[in-house]
């Protein structure tokens, strides 16, 4: 009768290690090659996120969810047209101005290159010798003169050297329909654009469907597990609720308050377009790690026309940088550290992993998904030990 043999746990452990590599792969694979669809999928659910507690708001009123949903969309699609179209009327005005900023970027690196040969011939001064300085005269060796050969005159013309004739004139080519750079973008990139217009059409679709639908997801979700991991299910689907709630709203209120006060601040220093400034420097201050030279950068370039010592580049700069540390360090702990507990090994590599995989919307996403992924493995006994690695 012959044995069976059973594998033992060594021969079992390279198996399995290999299999979890090959499944880590392929889903790295489909994280990349499907950014598109992932990118529109987590930018839907993190909007519903955000809006759900208006739309529990509507419910205290009686209000059935589906139409609260409703209402709450629309007023949300409603806020994005107006924000869009002062958006667009900013740009238009910063569009007709560009060739002010042009001229004042031109002086300003004019200046920085005169200081810069100002400081070489210093450093030349103190650095090389005298002696090395001076230029040394050479005296030519005496030849005696050619002798005097009678030639035939020339009758032909002499043509002047070839460094003194007159540069080419380049024929400089015009649109006749008068399109910027902008609109030749479009045009040229149609099909990408195009692509991206489709999956943010579905957007409102998904956050207003994850609105209404909230309850029978939740009730759908649960019904998939049995016993004790039903329990497990629940806790992770509340823990990534809380956390993503806390981050999501919690950033998108910091964001409002910097824009506020950025706003009033860049207004009283008559910086121009102020209402476009502002809400750009207010969230890019919310940036992990670079968010404080992001903030800074978008008003110094709009105080270039204005302003021309250094005196007030550095007033501008100090003020938002005050901005940046007291949201950090007083308003960020309150509103979103008490709710995402990562550590920052942990937040650094997701910022590598997700902004390798997804671009600049990665590094905006790293920090939800990590955090929901911590949530889930603090409710899974046997992989408790990872979210520990991840936690603070």
Known sequence: ?????????????????????????????????????????????TIGFLLEPFVEAFMRLRLPRSFASFLVCSIALLLVYLSGLGVYVQTADLMEDLPRYSTRMNELIDEIVISLENAEKTVTTFVVPKRLREPQVVVPPVTPPPARTTRKRQTEPVMPPANSLPPPVQEVRIRADGSGPIVRYFTTNIDYVLHVLLLASFVPFLVYFMLSWRDHLRRAYLQMFTGPGRHAAGRSWQGIGDMARAYVVGNFVLGLLLTLGSGVFFYLMNIPYFLLVAPISGFLSLVPYIGLPLAIIPPVMAALPVYKGLAPFLIIASVVGFFHLLALNLLYPKLVGSRVHLNPLAVTIALMFWGVLWGPLGLVFAIPITAGVKAVLDNMPELQAYGKFLGD
Do not use: C, W
Not at 15 to 37: K, P
């Open 1 to 45: 009768m012959a044995v069976l043999h059973s594998p033992s746990i060594t021969e079992r452990k390279p198996a399995q290690v290999a299999l979890n590599l090959i499944a880590g792969g392929v889903v790295i694979a489909l994280l990349y090659f499907g950014r598109d669809f992932f990118v529109t999928l987590v930018t839907g659910i």
